[in-house]
Nanobody, 124 residues
Framework: QAQLVETGGGLVQAGGSLKLSCAAS????????MAWFRQTPGKDREFVAY????????AYGDSVKGRFTISRDNAKKMVYLQANSLKPEDTAVYYC?????????????????WGQGTQVTVSS
């Protein structure tokens, strides 16, 4: 079992940066792959970033490659998303997820645990 709580969202101007954090609880956190997804009203949840249980493998959605960086600290049970060069189209609710996805890391069904989300709004 894992419980996830996201923080760090807010309002930022285009071109600015935010660092989202995800605090996890549960003894098995270090065995889970972690990911960030985002969602806007009326749209499907979109894959943003993935990091393997040991931090050695990462993957990013095409729309954020080169701008966002995912990282984790297993000792602190934390996952981070550094979002730079933000654009208005990055506006969404950002969710942290934990699981053991088989195959493609960007599939929603590969994750068992989700946080409540944190709103990111980028103004133009």
């Amino acid at each position: 079992q894992a419980q996830l709580v996201e923080t760090g969202g807010g309002l930022v101007q285009a071109g600015g940066s935010l660092k989202l954090s995800c605090a996890a609880s549960g003894r098995t956190f270090g065995t889970y792959a972690m990911a960030w997804f985002r969602q806007t009203p009326g749209k499907d949840r979109e894959f943003v970033a993935y990091i393997s249980w040991n931090g050695l493998s990462t993957a990013y959605g095409d729309s954020v490659k080169g701008r966002f960086t995912i990282s984790r600290d297993n000792a602190k049970k934390m996952v981070y998303l550094q979002a730079n060069s933000l654009k208005p189209e990055d506006t969404a609710v950002y969710y942290c997820a934990a699981g053991r996805p088989a195959g493609i890391p960007g599939v929603v069904s590969g994750y068992d645990f989700w946080g409540q989300g944190t709103q990111v709004t980028v103004s133009s």
